[in-house]
């Protein structure tokens, strides 16, 4: 079986070809619900170089994701070409050969697949070519957005970003976003021994050397433990422990450093605002709400007092409900909907204050790389949905019908009462304005677009 595709990137080819071979690209095109790297920090089109990969999303175990391996068999700088084959995986064999061509003052991208079907499965070879022809659809939909995004700052050094949680969802993808963009990562991890690059650290015990964020322009931190869980009492303690016990760990010893970074842009949430405003717009000036997690977020972003008492920029990025394939509140429902069993998590009027996961991951990568952003800012795409709306939009982007609401004992059972009552009976109708103000250009601002990218339909 051959697929194959032609895209057209309005970026000369000598700057696609150098994104292509930076460390994140493939990062950046593969879904994160298809599949994860094993190195996410290494990168480059060398013959000879392996790359291992885990098919599924990263929110299941290994044991239940396939391991693919590939090795990029030829590589011709001159030509803008580079081939990748199977070593091990699903196929019987399988090539993926990659063309860069000019094309005035943009690239033409050709990719070519040679696909052998195992034998028992070469029935499935019209619904494979299919899902894979989507898949090229993707990786050009990222390509360009991606290279847009740095043609906003390709005009400034290049930055070197420290970033906590950097084998998260966000942190991983943001990670491979600035090193496409030609930014140095240095990830920050908790073990003792570290690799190139790494920097450890312990908020638990208080460990961070102020040595090893010399040479560091900002530092990013997403670290915390998840809040879609059931909230018992050791829960609740934990997720507030893992917020705000390392966000002080960073900001006293940045405020103790003479030429330390300059910046530290801090995860946040909309969850400050309380779970339900109806027919509020929600501003960065608003003071905030009521339940567990406002009062989470006022501490953890209080907890940035010492490093802005000693000047340094602090942006809070108020994170919305963030879409993605591969984890955070959609993708448990992607499986009721592709059932035929979807439909809306609250009431049908409920505002939806959302935001793709590509477009987080570029206001964090946006907020520390415009100096004057400074403060909170909410993350969320320019225009809200309501619960009915969102379960419709869902339904036609997977062809599946959105009919009869999710029957409130269906999140109660999952996550308890607690902390369904704040994650998914909510009502918030949040600003995007201070965002755009900022000069940030969302590429999803349209909800049916966002999840037709990002399911790669």
């Known amino acids: 079986m051959r697929i194959e595709t032609t895209h ?4 000369p080819q000598p700057e696609v070809q150098a994104w292509y071979g930076r460390p ?4 950046r095109l593969t879904p994160p619900g298809l599949a994860s790297m094993d190195a996410p920090g290494e990168g480059g089109m060398r013959a000879g170089r392996l790359v291992g990969t885990r098919v599924g999303p990263p929110a299941l175990p290994d044991l239940l994701r396939p391991h693919w391996i590939l090795r990029h068999a030829e590589h ?4 803008g070409r580079f081939v990748d ?4 995986g699903p196929w019987r064999t399988w090539q993926h050969e990659h063309l860069l061509e000019a094309d005035g003052s943009g690239t033409l991208v050709h990719d070519r697949i040679e696909i052998e079907m195992p034998r028992r499965l070469e029935r499935l070879e019209p619904a494979a070519a299919s899902r894979m022809r989507r898949l090229l659809a993707f990786r050009s939909r990222q390509l360009h957005d991606d290279l847009a995004f740095h043609d906003a700052f390709a005009h400034l050094p ?3 970003v420290a970033i906590t949680g950097s084998s998260g969802l966000i942190g991983t993808q943001l990670a491979a976003l600035l090193e496409t963009g030609g930014h140095t990562v240095r990830r920050m991890v908790r073990e003792s021994s570290v690799g190139e690059g790494e920097i450890s650290w312990d908020p638990r015990s208080g460990e961070l050397d102020p040595a090893d964020l010399e040479g560091v322009d900002v530092v990013v931190n997403l670290a915390g433990r998840s809040i879609g869980t059931r909230w018992t009492r050791s829960a609740r303690r934990e997720i507030r422990d893992s917020r705000v016990n390392g966000t002080s760990l960073l900001s006293r010893t940045l405020a103790g450093m003479r030429d330390g970074p300059t910046a530290l842009v801090q995860a946040s949430a909309i969850g400050l605002y309380g779970p339900r405003r109806p027919g509020e717009l929600l501003t960065e000036e608003d003071p905030g709400g009521e339940g567990f997690l406002a009062d989470l977020v006022r501490d953890w972003e209080g907890s940035t007092r010492a490093a802005r008492g000693a000047g340094v920029r602090v942006a809070h990025v108020r994170t919305g409900l963030a879409l993605s394939d591969g984890g955070g509140s959609l993708l448990p429902q992607l499986p009721l909907f592709l059932a035929g069993m979807g ?9 939806l204050s959302w935001i793709s996961l590509d477009d987080v991951v570029r206001v964090f990568a946006h907020a520390a790389l415009t100096a004057d952003l400074d403060g909170p800012v909410n993350a969320v795409a320019p225009r809200p949905v309501t619960a009915l709306e969102f379960a419709r939009a869902l339904g036609a982007v997977l062809h599946r019908p959105a009919l009869l609401p999710v029957p409130p004992f269906g999140p109660r059972a999952v996550l308890g009462g607690a902390a369904a009552d704040e994650l998914i009976r909510t009502d918030q109708r949040v600003s995007s304005a201070r965002l755009e103000a900022s000069g940030f250009a969302p590429a999803h601002a349209e909800l049916t677009p966002a999840l037709q990218h990002l399911l790669w339909r």
């Open 8 to 11: 057209r990137v309005g970026h």
């Open 24 to 27: 994140g690209a493939l990062v």
């Open 76 to 79: 011709d700088p001159q030509a």
């Open 85 to 88: 084959q199977q070593v091990r």
């Open 158 to 160: 290049r930055r070197t």
């Open 343 to 351: 439909g809306r998590l609250t009431d049908a009027e409920a505002m």
